[in-house]
């Protein structure tokens, strides 16, 4: 999380935001109103979109009778506006102190957007941007206190991955542990499940490796899945 972050009031002019994030070499910056509530933020799409509307063209009559009024004068205040909370958007996707670094990049995902507010009791903490969970994924994984995980604690932890993932069959493939390097043994159905597994053993923190030894599904037991 970036916990030092730039604000401007609503009622900032446009030019002035732009110049902000051009200086800054930031693409978004909270609206923070008196009371210090985020009321929205204004990202370089919202930018963007101020400027495109510039050349928006008058719809025709014939389309303007299937457009919704709401929606027609929301785009033009958007695209027409002077200031910060006239262009901003206000439908804000935040989280708390406490969220994960995978829930938040779920989140992103999942939203299609690039950062998201820190956010505590409508008081903005920080901004989780796509740098930050870049960062969160290089960090090295923690480990117990006495250094290195144990090889059965990470047989269990990749266990337990497995159990959670539809497209693994864990009575035919089976896991052993040594010095850190993950075995797979027994039977995958497909290529596709190897390089999954593979993927999935490789995130489980104290993995130093990943071996696998699994043989092609023979047609006999098929019948039994």
């Given at each position: 999380?970036?916990?030092?972050?730039?604000?401007?009031?609503?009622?900032?002019?446009?030019?002035?935001?732009?110049?902000?994030?051009?200086?800054?070499?930031?693409?978004?910056?909270?609206?923070?109103?008196?009371?210090?509530?985020?009321?929205?933020?204004?990202?370089?799409?919202?930018?963007?979109?101020?400027?495109?509307?510039?050349e928006d063209q008058p719809q025709g009559w014939l389309r303007?009778?299937?457009?919704?009024?709401?929606?027609?004068?929301?785009?033009?205040?958007?695209?027409?506006?002077?200031?910060?909370?006239?262009?901003?958007?206000?439908?804000?996707?935040?989280?708390?102190?406490?969220?994960?670094?995978?829930?938040?990049?779920?989140?992103?995902?999942?939203?299609?957007?690039?950062?998201?507010?820190?956010?505590?009791?409508?008081?903005?903490?920080?901004?989780v941007s796509r740098a930050d969970l870049l960062r969160a994924?290089?960090?090295?994984?923690?480990?117990?206190?006495?250094?290195?995980?144990?090889?059965?604690?990470?047989?269990?932890?990749?266990?337990?991955?497995?159990?959670?993932?539809?497209?693994?069959?864990?009575?035919?493939?089976?896991?052993?542990?040594?010095?850190?390097?993950?075995?797979?043994?027994?039977?995958?159905?497909?290529?596709?499940?190897?390089?999954?597994?593979?993927?999935?053993?490789?995130q489980v923190p104290g993995v130093k490796g990943v071996v696998?030894?699994?043989?092609?599904?023979?047609?006999?037991?098929?019948?039994?899945?």
């Open positions: 999380m970036t916990p030092d972050v730039v604000t401007v009031p609503p009622a900032t002019p446009v030019i002035a935001v732009a110049r902000l994030l051009a200086e800054r070499g930031i693409s978004a910056v909270p609206v923070v109103d008196k009371a210090g509530k985020v009321v929205g933020v204004v990202t370089e799409a919202d930018l963007i979109r101020r400027l495109a509307g510039q303007s009778l299937f457009s919704d009024p709401g929606e027609q004068a929301e785009r033009y205040a958007r695209t027409h506006g002077s200031t910060a909370e006239e262009i901003m958007t206000a439908e804000l996707v935040s989280v708390v102190g406490s969220d994960t670094a995978t829930h938040i990049a779920h989140l992103m995902e999942e939203k299609g957007i690039r950062r998201v507010l820190v956010l505590e009791e409508g008081r903005l903490r920080g901004i994924l290089v960090a090295p994984p923690k480990t117990e206190s006495g250094g290195e995980l144990s090889d059965d604690r990470i047989r269990q932890a990749v266990l337990a991955a497995m159990r959670k993932q539809p497209w693994i069959d864990s009575f035919y493939t089976l896991v052993e542990v040594r010095d850190g390097v993950v075995e797979f043994h027994g039977f995958t159905t497909t290529d596709q499940v190897k390089r999954g597994l593979k993927v999935l053993a490789e696998d030894n699994t043989q092609p599904m023979p047609p006999y037991l098929y019948g039994g899945m």
